[in-house]
């Protein structure tokens, strides 16, 4: 976050565009004070754009898993309004954990940060070595064929727990399917999915 003084809001945001090299549009702030005196005018915004959130994200990986004694590379890159950040490092099934375990925590403590950091929940996206793109690949195929099990047999299905980013990738392949319905139910660890029969 930085911060940005000027007489008024409109030539704060002109400052801070000016001084990031963004336009406004790419620009994203709040007022933090406005003051309009007779004689004196002040108004003060805290902005920041997605390059910073990447910047961040970075940093905030490379220092955490440093102090653990990894060594790793970030790389970061936005698309479809989801910063993602891919860590290259050589121990990858101790930071990826069993079925995913640490980097789903990993996950959650860098999301936990950006949005406490830039007041705004942001959708974020940290993968290890191609891991959770090669997973999702894996769960997009069993989706595809539970679907058909199910348009064969006409029965319901009821998945195992799985993790939530797993479930909506369950949840978009299915929904390409005709006569398919996805539902998710339980709480917390045990929610599970199940897929149905629709005429």
Request: with cysteine.
């Amino acid at each position: 976050m930085k911060t940005y003084t000027a007489k008024t809001v409109e030539d704060a945001v002109n400052k801070a565009c000016l001084d990031l090299g963004v336009t406004v549009d790419q620009l994203n702030y709040e007022v933090t004070l406005e003051t309009k005196g007779l004689f004196s005018k002040k108004a003060e915004i805290s902005c920041w754009t997605v390059e910073m959130v990447q910047e961040y994200i970075e940093s905030f990986i490379r220092k955490i898993l440093t102090d653990m004694e990894f060594e790793v590379e970030t790389i970061s890159y936005v698309q479809d309004g989801r910063i993602y950040c891919n860590i290259n490092t050589s121990n990858n099934s101790i930071l990826i954990g069993k079925a995913g375990v640490i980097l789903r925590a990993i996950n959650l403590i860098v999301k936990n940060a950006v949005s406490t950091t830039f007041k705004k929940r942001l959708e974020v996206s940290v993968d290890i070595n191609g891991y959770k793109e090669e997973r999702y690949k894996k769960v997009a195929s069993m989706a595809r064929r539970f679907g058909k099990t199910v348009l064969r047999t006409k029965a319901d299905l009821k998945l195992d727990p799985m993790p939530a980013d797993e479930r909506k990738v369950m949840h978009q392949e299915i929904a390409k399917m005709d006569h398919l319905k996805t539902e998710s139910k339980g709480e917390g660890k045990n929610r599970y999915m199940t897929i149905s029969y629709v005429d």
